[in-house]
T-cell receptor
């Protein structure tokens, strides 16, 4: 299947700092990528849809000014968690879609102290 | 809201077939049935998908009922490494289609 990578795989930061997570499609081009968040013992929740060359579409309840998404190329989308707080600690997962099927990255575990 | 319902959990013996059911009674004509699994602390892994015909690949088989209201994922020879949460999702393949995850079914493969 297609390969999606994320960087970093885990990050620890202080409260109030910003953290950037990268999502790359390694062997295909993706005009659309998706960002999910998963809290412990819960399912994945879609945060936003990232569209290459245009603004991201955020799900209801997700603050677009806090979770900045940039999809600057057909193989790269970034999620920046601005002014992170402990409640933002979570497992962040991206996905990308060649025709018909979504493939997911390995996830980024964020811990805000 | 997820459009599928799955049992909360099931287990099976290593080497035996694991049959994971899924109900999707409100599936639309253009929606596919997708199966993903998530092993602890990893991103979801694509397994298989189908529209109305049964499908098979190197990982699993997908059996979809004729009325398309339910399906079964079959892992023919379960191993300990198949222990995971399995998600059944229905979605179309349009440019703006999204995957909505429910709670999935936790499969435990016992030695």
């Amino acid at each position: 299947g297609a390969v999606v990578s994320q960087h970093p795989s885990w990050v620890i930061c202080k409260s109030g700092t910003s953290v950037k997570i990268e999502c790359r499609s390694l062997d295909f081009q993706a005009t659309t990528m998706f960002w999910y968040r998963q809290f412990p013992k819960q399912s994945l929740m879609l945060m936003a849809t990232s569209n290459e060359g245009s603004k991201a579409t955020y799900e209801q309840g997700v603050e677009k000014d806090k979770f900045l998404i940039n999809h600057a190329s057909l193989t790269l989308s970034t999620l920046t968690v601005t002014s992170a707080h402990p409640e933002d600690s979570s497992f962040y997962i991206c996905s990308a879609r060649p025709p018909k099927t979504q493939y997911f990255g390995p996830g980024t575990r964020l811990l805000v102290l | 809201d997820a459009k599928t319902t799955q049992p909360t959990s099931m287990d099976c013996a290593e080497g035996r077939a694991a049959n994971l059911p899924c109900n999707h009674s409100t599936i639309s004509g253009n929606e596919y049935v997708y199966w993903y699994r998530q092993i602890h602390s990893q991103g979801p892994q694509y397994i298989i998908h189908g529209l109305k015909n049964n499908e098979t690949n190197e990982m699993a088989s997908l059996i979809i009922t004729e009325d398309r209201k339910s399906s079964t994922l079959i892992l023919p020879h379960a191993t300990l490494r198949d222990t995971a949460v399995y998600y059944c999702i229905v979605s179309d393949t349009g440019a703006n289609s999204k995957l909505t995850f429910g709670k999935g079914i936790t499969l435990s493969v016992r030695p």
